[in-house]
């Protein structure tokens, strides 16, 4: 979820080819996995231009190729191919952008009080939501939290699924068994530490786009390895599978607490 621009990298740096370069890495950075036209077309670059920064990038490390993943029909030719950021891309922006991010964030806090971090927190984690909602409307509950695993991951997050045991639940006054969704990457866990507000935001995001109950069992911004995020299932739309009784009763305590994060 974008807040702020981030500084370009030093190896970056404003000036000829690595100014423009760093552009195109920072796009990267802030849109998520891109189209060489989309670049180009953002940047005002020709695509023989666009194709050299992305050659230099892949060479430097910062920038990767996957293919789209394409939902229902698609038409003849080539799946496109889609460029995103690296870690060690990342990582060259994350160190001045945790800083700056948490200055704003400071900023609006103290201009407009705590309220304010969490309706504009809100606002960003919308753009979010607006893209996956067209990949997890379809299918059943379990499909749909596969689809906005694989959104997340797509998006840079490093997600999963995995089946969480059954626990007790009010809703319905039925036991609810559940999926677990874990982040292994969070590029703001510094400023989530901060200002949790942004892990509140994307976690409600979750449950609008599900139509679920979720709940953030941990998150990296707390020290926890993973982000984990628990949907409930009830009886009528979990998976078999998913439905038998925890070995150990189903405490809390029982459920895998693998935590993930909140991208700004």
């Known amino acids: 979820m974008a807040v702020v621009h981030a500084p370009v990298p030093v190896s970056a740096a404003p000036g000829g080819e690595r100014g423009t370069r ?21 940047l005002g670059l020709t695509p023989a231009a666009i194709r050299r920064h992305l050659d230099n990038l892949i060479a430097e490390g910062m920038v990767e190729t996957r293919t789209a993943r394409t939902y229902g029909n698609r038409g003849r030719g080539r799946p496109a191919k889609l460029f995103v950021i690296t870690d060690a891309g990342r990582s060259a922006f994350e160190h001045a952008y945790d800083g700056l991010a948490t200055s704003a964030l400071r900023f609006i806090a103290a ?12 606002e960003q984690v919308s753009e979010l939501e607006r893209r996956y909602a067209p990949v997890v409307a379809q299918g059943e509950l379990t499909a749909r939290v596969q689809a906005l695993a694989e959104a997340l991951n797509a998006d ?16 319905a006054g039925k036991a609810a068994s559940g999926e677990q969704i874990c982040q292994h990457h969070c590029p703001v866990a510094h400023v989530a530490a901060e200002f949790p507000q942004l892990c509140e935001a994307e976690t409600e995001a979750f449950a609008r786009l599900l139509g679920t109950p979720v709940q953030r069992l941990a998150t990296i911004a707390h020290g926890d390895g ?35 994060g909140l991208s700004i």
């Open 22 to 42: 760093g552009q195109v890495a920072r796009l990267i950075l802030e849109l998520g996995p891109s189209t060489a036209a989309t670049l180009g077309g953002r």
């Open 111 to 122: 201009r407009m009080g705590h309220q304010a971090v969490g309706e504009f927190a809100r």
């Open 156 to 171: 840079g997050y490093a997600a999963s699924v995995r089946p969480a045991p059954l626990v007790g639940s009010v809703l």
């Open 226 to 260: 993973v982000c984990t995020t628990h949907v409930t299932c009830t009886s009528g739309s979990a998976r078999n599978t998913a439905a038998r009784p925890a070995d150990s009763g189903g405490r809390k305590d029982d459920i895998t607490t693998e935590s993930g």
